[in-house]
C-alpha cells in the first residue's frame, strides 16, 4: 500500500483544485513561513476524519473552507480526496486503487466517500485501521507530538508505540465489543421490564377475555329477541300490506275521474296563464310608454334650464358689453380732454420760451450797459465798500430768488419735454440745452446788474465759503479774471 496522490479543493488556502503526485522515494515540501505547507498536512489529517477544529488550527470546522480574499471571492465547498495503492491488499476492500474523499459544505454539511460512492467515517476507520492510517496514528507526525516521544510521561509515550505497532485497532474492537455489551445488558434490563409490563397486560387480557365472551352471550339472546319482535312486526306489516293494497285497488278505480278533472283544472289554468300573459305585456307596453314619456320630460326640463341659463348668460354680456362701450364713451372724452389741454400748454409753454428769449436778449443788452457803466463805478470803490454789507445781502436774496426761478423754470421745461416727448423726441435734447443756457445767462446779467466789470469775476471784499462755491457753481468753476487797472474808483452802482 503506498500514497499516490492527493487533491485538494477549496481547503484553506487552497482555493483552485490542486493534485499533488508523490512518486516512490521520499517527497518534501519545501516553502517560506505563510506559504501554505502544514496546510497539507492538515488535509491529510481531516480527510482521515479529523473531528476536532483545534487539531486543525481552527476555532470551527467551516473555517477549513476558503474564506476569500482581496482578489477572489470565497468557496462554500472544502474537499480533499487521498488515492492510494492496494496492490498488495492491505486495505479490506477488493480494489488496487482506493481513493477516500471529504467533503465538507458551508452549511454544516459534512460526506464521505469511498471511490466515489458514499459511506460512514466508521467504514473509513475500519478499512485503514491496522495499516497505521488514522486521524490519531503516526501517519502525521507534528513537533507536538515529537515533544510527546520525548516526553518524560510514559502514558504519552505508550499511546504512540502502541499506535505505531497497531494495537489501537484491537484497543478499539475491545472498547466497541465493551460498548456492545453495555447495549445488550441495557437491552435485557428493558426486555425484563417489557416481560413484566406484558405480564400486566395479559391478566387484563384475561379479564377482558372473560368480558367479551359474557358480551357474546348477551349479544345472542339480544339476537333471538330481535328475531322474534321482528316476526311479530313483519305479521303486522302483512296485515298493513292487504289494506294497502286494498286502497290502491279504490284509488286505481277512482284514477280515471280524477285525470279528467285534472285535464279541466289544466285546460283553466293554460287560459289564465294566457290572460296573466297578455296583461302582464300591456303592463310592460304601457310602462314603456310611462318610461319614455318622462325621459322626454326630463329632457324637456334640461332643454328649458339650458336656454334659460344662455339667456342669462346673454343678458350678462349685453350689459357687460353696454357697461364696456360706456366706459369707452368716457375714456374717449376725457382722451381728447387731455390732448385739447396738452395743446393749450404747448402753445404757453411756446409763448413762455419766446419771453424768455426775449429776456435773453434784454439781459445782454444791460450787461453791455452795466460793462460801460463799469467804468464808472470804479471811481466809487470806496462807496462800494461800505455799502457791500448791503450787496451781500442783496446778493443772498437775489440767489433765492434765482433758485426759486430755476426751479419754477425746471418744472416749466419738464411740463414741456414730457409733452414734445410724445411729437419728437429730437427736441427734448435741445429745449434742455435752450434751459441751461438761459440759466447762466441770466445769473450772469443779474450779476453784472449788482455793478461788475465781468460775470465770472466775483465781488470784491471778503466772501464766506458757502458764498465762495455758488459763485463758482454759477459761473462754472472758471477763474475769475483780474481787470486791466489794478485799483478800482469807487463808483455809484445801478439799482436792480
Known sequence: MRLTKLEIHGFKSFADRIE???????????????????????????????????????????????????????????????????????????????????????SGESDYFLNSSPCRLRDIHDMVRGTGLGADSGVVIEAKMVDALLSDRPDDRRELFEEAAGVGLYRDRKRSAERRLEETAADLARIDDLISEVQSQVRSLARQR???????????????????????????????????????????????????????????RDAALAARTTAEARRTELGRLVTDQRESTQQLRGEIAVAEERLRNSTSRRERAEEERREGDAIAGRVST???????????????????????????????????????????????????????????????????????????VARRTTLEAEQAQPLARNHVCRGTLLSRSQYRTDVEDWGYQDARQPPFGSMTAEETAQWNAATDGSTPQKTSNESLSKVGRPRV
Not at 352471550?217 to 306489516?237: K, N, Y
Not at 419771453?355 to 444791460?366: G, K, Y
Request: aromatic share 4%.
Open 210 to 268: 372473560k368480558r367479551a365472551e359474557r358480551h357474546g352471550e348477551l349479544m345472542a339472546r339480544r339476537f333471538t329477541l330481535e328475531v322474534a319482535h321482528a316476526s311479530r312486526e313483519m305479521d303486522a306489516w302483512r296485515g298493513d300490506l292487504l289494506r294497502l293494497e286494498e286502497r290502491v285497488a279504490t284509488l286505481r278505480n277512482e284514477l280515471p275521474a280524477e285525470e279528467e278533472r285534472l285535464r279541466a283544472a289544466e285546460s283553466a
Open 20 to 106: 499533488m503526485a508523490f512518486e516512490p522515494g521520499v517527497t518534501a515540501i519545501v516553502g517560506p513561513n505563510g506559504c501554505g505547507k502544514s496546510n497539507v498536512s492538515d488535509a491529510v489529517r481531516w480527510v482521515l476524519g479529523e473531528q476536532r477544529a483545534k487539531a486543525l488550527r481552527g476555532a470551527k470546522m467551516e473555517e477549513v473552507i476558503f474564506q476569500g480574499s482581496s482578489a477572489r471571492r470565497a468557496v462554500n465547498v472544502a474537499e480533499v480526496s487521498l488515492h492510494f495503492e492496494n496492490d498488495d491488499g492491505s486495505l479490506g476492500i477488493p480494489f488496487r486503487e482506493v481513493v477516500i474523499t471529504r467533503r465538507l459544505s458551508r
Open 338 to 412: 387731455e390732448l385739447e389741454r396738452a395743446a393749450s400748454e404747448l402753445v404757453q409753454l411756446e409763448t413762455a420760451l419766446a419771453t424768455a428769449d426775449e429776456a435773453l436778449s434784454s439781459h445782454a443788452r444791460r450787461e453791455e450797459e452795466v460793462r460801460a457803466a463799469l467804468s464808472v463805478a470804479r471811481s466809487n470803490v470806496e462807496q462800494g465798500d461800505r455799502e457791500l454789507r448791503e450787496l451781500r445781502e442783496e446778493l443772498h436774496r437775489a440767489d433765492l430768488d434765482r433758485q426759486s426761478s430755476e426751479r419754477e423754470r425746471s418744472e416749466i
